[in-house]
Nanobody, 126 residues
Framework: QVQLVESGGGLVQAGASLRLSCAAS????????MGWFRRTPGKEREFVAS????????DYGDSVKGRFTISRDNAKNTVYLQMNSLKPEDTAGYFC???????????????????WGQGTQVTVSS
């Protein structure tokens, strides 16, 4: 079955950087758009970033534009989220997901998510 395993979260101070990783297995990773979402207690999941099958196109939520970068390495079945200039409001569980269908368009909509990872916690102090 599809398995997505996030890692790289932690506790950092405002202004710091983190790189999250999502290791995928159980499907043809290189054909699917991928995305990152985040969730805090009491709030709905928020779209963070997405990337197409070959990494040629990306999309970002307004709150992270200019600070976060999504990328992927299809040879390693891994998608990344580089997070710079972290703010306390970035504190959340971060979740990796498949989006849509093979070679399909990216999406910001949770309805297009096929599989979710279990998440990794990012906490930004101050």
């Amino acid at each position: 079955q599809v398995q997505l395993v996030e890692s790289g979260g932690g506790l950092v101070q405002a202004g710091a950087s983190l790189r999250l990783s999502c290791a995928a297995s159980g499907y043809i990773f290189s054909t699917y758009p991928m995305g990152w979402f985040r969730r805090t207690p009491g709030k709905e999941r928020e779209f963070v970033a997405s990337i197409n099958w070959n990494g040629g196109s990306t999309d970002y939520g307004d709150s992270v534009k200019g600070r976060f970068t999504i990328s992927r390495d299809n040879a390693k079945n891994t998608v990344y989220l580089q997070m710079n200039s972290l703010k306390p409001e970035d504190t959340a569980g971060y979740f990796c997901a498949t989006l849509g269908f093979p070679y399909g368009s990216m999406s910001r909509r949770e309805e297009r998510v096929g599989s979710w990872g279990q998440g990794t916690q990012v906490t930004v102090s101050s």
